[in-house]
């Protein structure tokens, strides 16, 4: 039987990427998506005919605890296990530091750290009775060593992610590796409407002089999910072409 790999937020951007290369790799696919419906479906059906592998799509809201339960729930009464769980789904809202409000930071924190967090005990929970799995949380190079007040909210999230991480791992040790990857700029649907000075700018503090794609910071993601990463635990890897 395949392994299975559940990414949050898999249908797009990071994370449709990284669907694609666990695809790949030969595992079962379950997908989270939160609206758009015709993306995820056009994702299985590419993804099961390029890969021959099964693709389980589950729409769900991460900001709601409920929906995040009967999410795994279902996954799990399908296929018993997940083998892989990759927290990537997040979002940010762009405003500027004196204009966030409560409403803003909850809603991020929510998505991208609350939800993780859930995750990661319902799953991490079941893999530590398989004595068996691995976790891999998407934060950002946000919460490490970019700072930008206009996202204040995001990059809080993003190093509390880091802060999960490490504790997750010594949660489930010695059964369940925990792992994260802090991509830098990427040419995802988020970073799209950039300004082009902005760009230019940040382009400039990077050492290989462009943004990543998303199969590379895949790339990274589907290592620490395999066995030539046995050793790797309680670890960030920033994916950022070497900004400084």
Avoid: H
């Avoid at 997940?82 to 909850?106: C, P």
């Avoid at 990077?206 to 999910?225: D, H, M, Q, S, T």
Wanted: aromatic letters at 10%; a negative charge.
């Amino acid at each position: 039987m395949n392994k299975v790999a559940f990414i949050t937020g898999g249908s797009r951007g990071i994370g449709k990427a990284i669907s694609e290369r666990f695809a790949k790799e030969g595992y079962n696919i379950v997908i989270n998506f939160k609206e758009n419906v015709n993306r995820a479906e056009e994702l299985k059906v590419e993804l099961e005919s390029k890969y021959n592998v099964e693709v389980m799509l589950v729409k769900a809201d991460l900001s709601n605890e409920n929906s995040i339960i009967q999410m795994v729930d279902k996954i799990i009464d399908k296929y018993k296990k997940i083998d892989v769980l990759i927290n990537n789904a997040g979002i940010v809202i762009d405003k500027e530091f004196d204009e966030r409000t409560v409403k803003d930071w909850t809603e991020t924190i929510k998505v991208n750290l609350i939800a993780p967090f859930l995750l990661t005990k319902l799953i991490g929970n079941k893999m530590f009775e398989e004595k068996s799995g691995t976790i891999i949380n998407i934060s950002s190079t946000n919460g490490i060593n970019t700072y930008y007040p206009s996202s204040v909210d995001y990059d809080a999230s993003k190093s509390g992610l880091i802060s999960l991480t490490y504790d997750s791992a010594v949660q489930y040790s010695p059964y369940v590796r925990v792992n994260c990857v802090a991509p830098g700029w990427v040419n995802t649907e988020m970073n799209m409407d950039l300004e082009e000075d902005f760009v230019k700018d940040e382009t400039e503090k990077i050492l290989v002089k462009r943004f990543g794609e998303p199969k590379e910071i895949a790339n990274v993601v589907y290592f620490l999910a395999s066995k030539e990463a046995s050793f790797i635990n309680s670890e960030v890897i920033k994916v950022d072409g070497g900004w400084y």
